[in-house]
């Protein structure tokens, strides 16, 4: 993968320059690394690379499979990478994006 190829290697300014900017920074005083994260939703689709589960979905679709059936599902990650102080990529790794949980009306201050 480019990450896996490009640890040792890859600069900050190769991996803005071919992804943008990071959605988030980490860059403590005293800590000679630097964490970069980038957040990226794919669909089921994008992470099939076979094209297995498109191809069940075409071919459900040609023999008369229902149009507006559910929707793809998508899928959130995150990649954190790990440069060093001269700003080379040292390590690098995939998470599943954390999902907030919502309040619990029951133990919102509710007073009778």
């Not at 290697?9 to 803005?16: I, P, R, S």
């Not at 040292?90 to 919502?102: D, F």
Request: charged share 30%; proline share 8%.
């Amino acid at each position: 993968s480019y990450f896996d190829d490009g640890v040792g290697m890859l600069t900050q300014a190769d991996v803005k320059g071919k992804l943008g900017r990071p959605h988030m920074v980490k860059d403590p005083l005293l800590s000679d690394e630097t964490t970069w994260t980038y957040r990226y939703a794919m669909s089921e689709s994008e992470l099939d690379p076979s094209g297995v589960k498109t191809f069940g979905k075409q071919a459900g679709d040609l023999m008369g499979g229902a149009k507006g059936g559910p929707r793809e599902k998508v899928y959130c990650y995150m990649y954190v990478l790990t440069f060093d102080k001269e700003g080379v990529l040292r390590r690098w790794e995939r998470e599943i994006c954390p999902i907030p949980k919502p309040p619990d009306p029951f133990k919102q201050g509710l007073s009778g």
